[in-house]
């Protein structure tokens, strides 16, 4: 019978283990409770330092020697950036939205060092990114194998010794204060909240908040040993479907035939105002841009596999770059409504956020159109680059001192058809809007003032608050 090969960790994966369990033990003590409304996210300053330590354990545990090619110093770049809008923006629906963003630029920067094959593909992509969650799995045996080789012969001596030295000085600590926050009362002062809230903390408390400190830095570590262990897969070029072209041709066609009807529709009711629709104009041009948006993210879906996977027939690429025509004319149709929106009831966070994905769905639409008619070009990787980078940008705009300008000057320049939505701007917006609310209420002391304004908490954390106290 062969014998299991002994793992040991080198000094880099110790201390990245060590950074793993340090932002697991962030997350604990920030997030007591997982039925807190705000527990996907971490206060402004310690969300920051969750991601430096979390991608700092995942660089060091990467294949020693390697290095960042251009795409990889520009996705390195892109999450640093992201990463520190935690810290300098207050608004927590702004957090929600870039948590997600921050998480999947991390993957694709470790996946693009770890040197994945064709990862800027859309196969390539969902391959990559279902092994990274899987890496989250995979190797959670890995610190209890690296920890039982330390004290087999050849172990690292001053690896162990730390460890042992830990194990050791826990018990003997919490003893030695407790003895002497007993017999000394201005010593004990000291810890005294500390050792009331050990008092007073429910077992179940601790336990939960143990397993889950255990989970986090075993999952964090298994995916470090997937950045630094598991071997990138071979590169396979992409290969054509074998189904008949006939499928897609089909749901293309079906597509094109309903989007051509309702270009149609727009062009004479909405773009040229031809006829009054039985609600009113401004009432029908007011309304369905979400639903509009929603309807390009599926055409974009459905176009990108039909024109990747089916590139030599000419039919799928034709229907393909005809339907990408006509869901450019749903986007500027949801632009054309939004826009007349945004004019009578102002500026929100939503409101931009969609305005930003109309963008985004152009940019991504315009590449398929292009992909349609020269199947050859490869434009993923810097059409990401550019969305990603917008979406970076818009978050350093400071979009809800923007919002809370723009609001102001509507309102300013026609108050009779604009509303201004006070309370918005002062809570929603604050404390991002304060410079404005400020000379609002200067040059028009008629209006009134809420008598509280939104209060930091230790939530929020950020640069705005310090500015705003």
Not at 393 to 406: D, P, Q
């Amino acid at each position: 019978m062969g014998t299991e090969k002994t793992i040991r960790f080198t000094r880099r994966q110790w201390l990245g283990l060590g950074l793993t369990a340090a932002a697991s033990l962030l997350w604990v003590i920030f997030q007591p409770s997982i039925f807190d409304g705000r527990f996907v996210t971490l206060p402004g300053f310690g969300m920051t330092l969750w991601v430096g330590l979390t991608f700092s354990a995942l660089l060091l545990w990467a294949a020693p020697g390697k290095k960042f090619s251009r795409r990889g110093t520009a996705l390195l770049t892109l999450t640093v950036a992201l990463s520190l809008v935690f810290s300098l923006r207050a608004d927590e629906n702004l957090w929600l939205m870039n948590l997600p963003v921050q998480l999947g630029l991390m993957a694709l920067t470790c996946l693009e060092l770890r040197g994945e094959a064709n990862l800027f593909t859309f196969r390539g992509l969902m391959g990559g990114l279902g092994r990274c969650v899987a890496g989250l799995f995979r190797y959670l045996p890995r610190p209890f194998q690296a920890m039982t080789g330390l004290f087999e012969r050849g172990g690292n001596r001053r690896i162990k010794g730390f460890l042992l030295g830990v194990m050791l000085c826990v018990p003997l600590l919490v003893i030695v204060v407790l003895l002497l926050s007993d017999a000394d009362s201005v010593f004990g002062g000291y810890f005294q909240n500390l050792i009331s809230a050990v008092q007073t903390t429910n077992s179940a408390t601790v336990l939960w908040a143990a397993i889950r400190f255990v989970a986090g830095t075993l999952m964090l570590c298994s995916l470090c040993c997937f950045m630094g262990l598991a071997s990138a897969p071979e590169e396979k070029p992409e290969t054509p479907s074998r189904a008949h072209a006939a499928m897609p041709a089909t749901v293309l066609g079906a597509l094109a035939a309903v989007y051509l009807l309702f270009a149609y529709v727009q062009f004479r009711y909405l773009f040229f105002a031809a006829g009054a629709p039985a609600q009113g104009y401004a009432q029908y041009a007011r309304s369905g841009f979400f639903q509009l948006v929603a309807v390009a993210f599926l055409t974009l879906m459905v176009v990108l596999p039909c024109v990747c996977r089916w590139p030599g027939s000419r039919a799928v690429r034709g229907l393909a770059g005809l339907v990408t025509l006509l869901t450019l004319v749903i986007l500027v149709s949801a632009a054309w409504r939004m826009a007349l929106y945004v004019q009578a009831f102002g500026l929100s966070i939503l409101r931009v956020v969609t305005l930003w994905g109309m963008l985004a769905l152009a940019i991504a639409l315009s590449a398929a159109l292009a992909k349609a008619l020269r199947p050859r070009l490869k434009i993923a990787a810097p059409v990401l680059m550019i969305v990603a980078a917008s979406w970076v940008l818009l978050n350093y705009a400071n979009i809800n001192a923007r919002i809370a300008e723009y609001n102001v000057r509507a309102w300013e320049a026609q108050p009779e058809s604009v509303r201004l939505d006070v309370t918005y701007l002062t809570y929603d917006l604050y404390p991002a809007s304060a410079p404005v609310l400020k000379e609002l209420y200067q040059n028009h002391p008629e209006l009134e003032q809420p008598v509280e304004r939104k209060q930091p908490s230790w939530f929020d954390s950020s640069v705005d608050w310090l500015i705003a106290q």
